[in-house]
T-cell receptor, first 112, second 111 residues
Framework: ETGVTQSPTHLIKTRGQQVTLRCSSQ?????VSWYQQALGQGPQFIFQ???????GRGNFPPRFSGLQFPNYSSELNVNALELDDSALYLC???????????FGEGSRLTVL | KNQVEQSPQSLIILEGKNCTLQ??????????LRWYKQDTGRGPVSLTI?????NTKSNGRYTATLDADTKQSSLHITASQLSDSASYIC??????????FGIGTKLQVIP
């Protein structure tokens, strides 16, 4: 158990819809990173939040957005869903931006 | 371009046997290297973390090695168990925000 919780664990959406995924970080961690993991691939960095501000972004379009709250929990929002957005979305918390990553169990998104 | 390459892509071994997984990286600058175990459909769990000055680190039946000169790491699993069946991901940090993941080695341990 890493202390990082994600919700929902599974969800199904249709093309064009919007989705919000949530992550509660481990106690004492002030940094949250989000990753997209397609089937059979390694996780791809989406963005990182540190003290409620975006602190780095991977090669993802603006329809991927996020938030971090004062309690350091975080949301990932994806607008105008596409079929290729189907993946496991992983949240990882850390203490400071270069700290060891502790992953949640992920949210499995299927876009039909 | 920062890259992490793992081999083999997949591996099947008999329960009780040993195996070694490889990771080569081109990440620069180098901060640390981590091995994660990821069960299917679940989040990765850290096995070891190694910095530039460390060349061996053990965690139970898992032993990781690091050669920072050749930019290679290995993960050795001793006396494999069925529960070791998972993907093993090598992750290299190049400092601030620069975290690069390998695609993993899928290990299957059979009775």
């Amino acid at each position: 158990e890493t202390g990082v919780t994600q919700s929902p664990t599974h969800l199904i959406k249709t093309r064009g819809q919007q989705v919000t995924l949530r992550c509660s970080s481990q106690s004492g961690h002030n940094t949250v990173s989000w990753y997209q993991q397609a089937l059979g691939q390694g996780p791809q960095f989406i963005f990182q939040y540190y003290r409620e501000e975006e602190n780095g972004r991977g090669n993802f379009p603006p329809r991927f957005s996020g938030l971090q709250f004062p309690n350091y929990s975080s949301e990932l929002n994806v607008n105008a869903l596409e079929l290729d957005d189907s993946a496991l979305y992983l949240c990882a918390s850390s203490f400071m931006v270069t700290g060891e990553l502790f992953f949640g169990e992920g949210s499995r998104l299927t876009v039909l | 371009k920062n890259q992490v390459e793992q081999s083999p892509q997949s591996l099947i071994i008999l329960e009780g046997k040993n195996c070694t997984l490889q990771c080569n990286y081109t990440v620069s600058p180098f901060s640390n290297l981590r091995w994660y175990k990821q069960d299917t459909g679940r989040g990765p769990v850290s096995l070891t973390i190694m910095t530039f000055s460390e060349n061996t680190k053990s965690n139970g039946r898992y032993t990781a090695t690091l050669d920072a000169d050749t930019k290679q790491s290995s993960l050795h699993i001793t006396a494999s168990q069925l529960s070791d069946s998972a993907s093993y991901i090598c992750v290299v940090s190049g400092g601030y925000q620069k975290v690069t993941f390998g695609i993993g080695t899928k290990l299957q341990v059979i009775p």
